[in-house]
Antibody
Framework: EVHLVESGGLLVQPGGSLRLSCTAS????????MHWVRQVPGKGLQWVSR????????TYAESVKGRFTFSRDNAKNTVNLHMSSLRVEDTAVYYC???????????????WGQGTLVVVS | DIRMTQSPTSLAASVGDRVTITCRAS??????LSWLQQKPGKAPKSLIF???SLQSGVPSRFSGSSYETDFNFTISSLQPEDFALYYC?????????FGGGTRIEIK
């Protein structure tokens, strides 16, 4: 069974930095793209970033480009999202999610973790 | 960027009803569409991918269809556990984008 567990969500001041982590299990981690998606409480879903199975290809939403860095460690089955220059509007629940198999290049998002809350205030 | 217009925003229905939600893409997304269910305080769960394919373990009362840039999600006979928020997601191209969501409420 696919299992994704996020951690690292905190209350942080505007301009501050934070690192979110996600540990995966139940599948061959190094075979899949991974994503971060966020949701302002009570609002809709917004895609944040995607990383390829080997970490060589990373894309970001325009709203976080230059401020967030997505990385992965396939030996530890983890992904990390380093967030800097945080803004009030970055406040959201951040979900780690499994993407498509490495043989596909689309932005499919399949399995989701339970999320971790980041509050910028 | 591709815009996904989802309707209705909410609907009230009864157990046993057939309900349909629609997403319209602003351009061709080549069947790169999935439907998600989200219950209060929980993470989204993917129900359908490729516009029409059911995820493993998802009940057959859920289905998806498509016509050009219009995508429908149908629950054939609403069950108590189906009252939730539903989103569409286009994943064909960067950046992936979600519909605004549809809340299915108990009538």
């Amino acid at each position: 069974e696919v299992h994704l567990v996020e951690s690292g969500g905190l209350l942080v001041q505007p301009g501050g930095s934070l690192r979110l982590s996600c540990t995966a299990s139940g599948f061959i981690f190094s075979d899949y793209w991974m994503h971060w998606v966020r949701q302002v409480p009570g609002k809709g879903l917004q895609w944040v970033s995607r990383i390829s199975n080997d970490g060589s290809d990373v894309t970001y939403a325009e709203s976080v480009k230059g401020r967030f860095t997505f990385s992965r460690d396939n030996a530890k089955n983890t992904v990390n999202l380093h967030m800097s220059s945080l803004r009030v509007e970055d406040t959201a629940v951040y979900y780690c999610a499994r993407g498509a198999h490495k043989s596909h290049g689309n932005y499919y998002v399949g399995y989701w973790g339970q999320g971790t809350l980041v509050v910028v205030s | 960027d591709i815009r996904m217009t989802q309707s209705p925003t909410s609907l009230a229905a009864s157990v046993g009803d057939r309900v349909t939600i629609t997403c319209r893409a602003s351009q061709d997304i080549h069947y790169g569409l999935s439907w998600l269910q989200q219950k209060p305080g929980k993470a989204p769960k993917s129900l359908i991918f490729g516009a029409t394919s059911l995820q493993s373990g998802v009940p057959s009362r859920f289905s998806g269809s498509s016509y050009e840039t219009d995508f429908n999600f149908t629950i054939s006979s609403l069950q108590p556990e189906d009252f939730a928020l539903y989103y569409c997601l286009q994943y064909d191209s960067y950046p992936p984008s979600f519909g605004g969501g549809t809340r299915i409420e108990i009538k």
